[in-house]
Nanobody, 123 residues
Framework: QVQLVESGGGLVQAGGSLRLSCAAS????????MGWFRQAPGKEREFVAG???????????DYADSVKGRFTISRDNAKNMVYLRMTSLKPEDTAVYYC?????????????WGQGTQVTVSS
């Protein structure tokens, strides 16, 4: 059974950094799209960053405009891990962050989700 477990959330001041981790288990994810979504109170869940195999051992990365240049997604297929390095954090980054996996393309309809980890950025 596929399981995704996030960790690394917490409280940080504006301008600070955090690194989120997602541990995946239950199958091999090297050919899966994996990434991160977030949901702030009263708002819909939104895409943050994703990484997808594009062939020849190359993985493409994609980011929401709101986090480009500040967040970096990476993966370690040998460990079945996905990471999200977040820098220059802003109060508007406050949300529950969810790890997601999909055999094709990440979307809100993706079948595999973690339980979420809270990120709170104070001003």
């Amino acid at each position: 059974q596929v399981q995704l477990v996030e960790s690394g959330g917490g409280l940080v001041q504006a301008g600070g950094s955090l690194r989120l981790s997602c541990a995946a288990s239950g199958r091999t994810f090297s050919n899966y799209a994996m990434g991160w979504f977030r949901q702030a109170p009263g708002k819909e869940r939104e895409f943050v960053a994703g990484t997808r195999w594009s062939g020849s051992s190359i993985y493409d990365a994609d980011y929401a405009d709101s986090v480009k240049g500040r967040f970096t997604i990476s993966r370690d297929n040998a460990k079945n891990m996905v990471y999200l390095r977040m820098t220059s954090l802003k109060p508007e980054d406050t949300a529950v962050y969810y790890c997601a996996a999909d055999p094709e393309r990440l979307s809100l309809l993706s079948g595999h989700w973690g339980q979420g980890t809270q990120v709170t950025v104070s001003s």
